[in-house]
Structures are given as C-alpha cells and as structure tokens.
C-alpha cells in the first residue's frame, strides 16, 4: 500500500530538493510524491525533476499562483491513498520513515 506524499512549494529551491532528496533516500520504496510549484521563478525546476526520472514523482506547476492555501488544497486533491502525508518544503524525512508508517500501519489496522 503506498503512501502519498503531497510537497506544496513555493520558497527556497535548496531546502525544496533536500526534501525531495529525503523522500527519495527511503529505505521502503512503496510511497508517491507530488509537488506542486505554485509558480516559483525558477525555470530550471521542470528539468531537474524531469532528470530524477522516478515515475513515483510527479511534478506540476501552477498556471498562476495560488498563494499558501490555494496550493495546500490542490495538493489535497491529488491525493488518492488511504494514509497520505502533506510536507513543507523544508522538511525533511528520516530514512526509514515510510517503513516506520508501513510497520505502524500493519501492527496496529485499526488506528486512524
């Protein structure tokens, strides 16, 4: 069961690829990314995420900005899993984080 993973951005590119870079040093592989770029000014972002070439990303830019809350809800409807999880672009995950929820998940169903 994958976990998908929302990453609003609009802000610092560095902290926003660290996070990125987090997602994709998980020790579990079963997650999804979707970042969403409320239109930062950086014309080299669609090709860096091109270069990660994991068809697990999925990177979308918006046509106009939609400020911190119109981009937070766009994020919430691309979601789809059952267990998700909505970052900021400066966090970071450890290494095992997803294996900790997958782990959580199974050992304990019935929590919500």
Sequence with gaps: ???DIALPFYGDVDFMKQTVQSVL???DPDWRLFVVDDGYPDESLPGWFASLNDPRISYLRNEKNLGANGNF???LGLLSAE???VMGADDLLETNFVEVVHDTIA???NAS
Excluded: R, T
Aim: proline share 7%.
């Design 25 to 27: 040093n998980q020790s």
């Design 1 to 3: 069961m994958a976990i």
């Design 73 to 75: 809800q766009k994020c």
């Design 107 to 109: 050992k304990y169903p």
């Design 83 to 85: 267990f998700c999880l």
